[in-house]
């Protein structure tokens, strides 16, 4: 499965952006799709996932009940919803898939897109 991400940019603190990621190359069936996100000189951590079917979703503590996974396997996209953003929101968001349920560990998925930067200024 190939991955490219797309949405990112500036945008104040409070504000609202969507992020996109369209796979290509193959079927997703089956397929749990996530976000990661890394900021300069930390580890990759986890943002939230949604598995296949779209009717189960899991977030990481640190953005939960501000952002929102969903998932259009008619379209092979995966979005992410981000609201209230915050400063220590800044990052690079890669999206990410793995075949199987879900895992919160990034070494469990074999297929990244390229990451795109979101900047929340203060």
């Known amino acids: 499965v190939q991955l490219q991400a797309s949405g990112g940019g500036l945008v104040q603190a409070g504000g609202s952006l969507r992020l996109s990621c369209a796979a290509s190359?193959?079927?997703?069936?089956?397929?749990?799709m996530a976000w990661f996100r890394q900021a300069p000189d930390r580890d990759r951590e986890f943002v939230g996932l949604?598995?296949?079917?779209?009717?189960?979703?899991y977030y990481g503590d640190s953005v939960k009940g501000r952002f929102t996974i969903t998932r259009d396997n008619a379209k092979n996209m995966i979005y992410l919803q981000m609201s209230s953003l915050k400063p220590e929101d800044t990052a690079v968001y890669f999206c990410?898939?793995?075949?199987?349920?879900?895992?919160?560990?990034?070494?469990?998925?074999?297929?990244w897109g390229q990451g795109t930067q979101v900047t929340v200024s203060s």
């Open positions: 990410a898939s793995r075949y199987g349920g879900p895992s919160y560990a990034a070494y469990a998925f074999n297929s």
């Open positions: 190359g193959r079927a997703t069936d089956g397929y749990s």
């Open positions: 949604v598995t296949w079917t779209g009717k189960s979703t």
